[in-house]
């Protein structure tokens, strides 16, 4: 059995040749629709199964499309690892889409938002560092009160 340290290993070797693959080898119309990164693989302990995760950019439809062309074009992407790779045995690819990055976009278009919000209204972000060292929103009373006890 494999150790982590080559699961690893293994799995950056993935990330990087399906990439490579991704940009240039992939000849699929639908995979070229929104712009595609591998973020991360996850390959498991026996190297029998990977999951590639892949981040696209563009509307719905085309990423829908992408993905389309990403599980067509799952044949061609082992054969070429097993040629690249040189493993015993070529893991099972399976594409994910990865929207972590999406959702981080709009939990801070959220915060921007909501600091735009409390502008307009005249509020403002008073902060103030308590005796345990950690950074808590000022209350009224509490923001003039820290000053005046030390």
Same mark, same amino acid.
């Given at each position: 059995?494999?150790?982590?340290?080559?699961?690893?290993?293994?799995?950056?070797?993935?990330?990087?040749?399906?990439?490579?693959?991704?940009?240039?080898?992939?000849?699929?119309?639908?995979?070229?629709?929104?712009?595609?990164?591998?973020?991360?693989?996850?390959?498991?302990?026996?190297?029998?199964?990977?999951?590639?995760?892949?981040?696209?950019? =563009?509307?719905?439809?085309?990423?829908? &499309?992408?993905?389309? *062309?990403?599980?067509? +074009?799952?044949?061609?992407?082992? @054969?070429? /690892?097993?040629?690249?790779?040189?493993?015993?045995?070529?893991?099972?690819?399976?594409?994910?889409?990865?929207?972590?990055?999406?959702?981080?976009?709009?939990?801070?278009?959220?915060?921007?938002?909501?600091?735009?919000?409390?502008?307009?209204? =005249?509020?403002?972000?008073?902060?103030? &560092?308590?005796?345990? *060292?950690?950074?808590? +929103?000022?209350?009224?009373?509490? @923001?003039? /009160?820290?000053?005046?006890?030390?």
């Amino acid at each position: 059995m494999p150790n982590n340290r080559r699961v690893e290993r293994v799995a950056s070797l993935i990330k990087r040749e399906i990439s490579q693959m991704v940009m240039l080898d992939i000849k699929d119309d639908r995979v070229g629709a929104g712009m595609v990164s591998v973020t991360d693989v996850d390959v498991s302990g026996d190297l029998q199964h990977a999951k590639v995760f892949v981040s696209i950019y =563009g509307t719905p439809e085309a990423k829908a &499309e992408t993905m389309e *062309g990403l599980h067509a +074009a799952t044949g061609f992407v082992r @054969s070429e /690892l097993g040629q690249r790779l040189r493993l015993r045995r070529t893991p099972e690819i399976i594409f994910k889409e990865d929207v972590g990055m999406e959702r981080g976009t709009n939990v801070l278009n959220l915060i921007n938002q909501l600091s735009q919000e409390r502008a307009e209204k =005249g509020l403002t972000d008073e902060f103030f &560092e308590d005796d345990a *060292g950690t950074t808590k +929103a000022a209350t009224p009373d509490e @923001s003039t /009160l820290g000053d005046e006890e030390e």
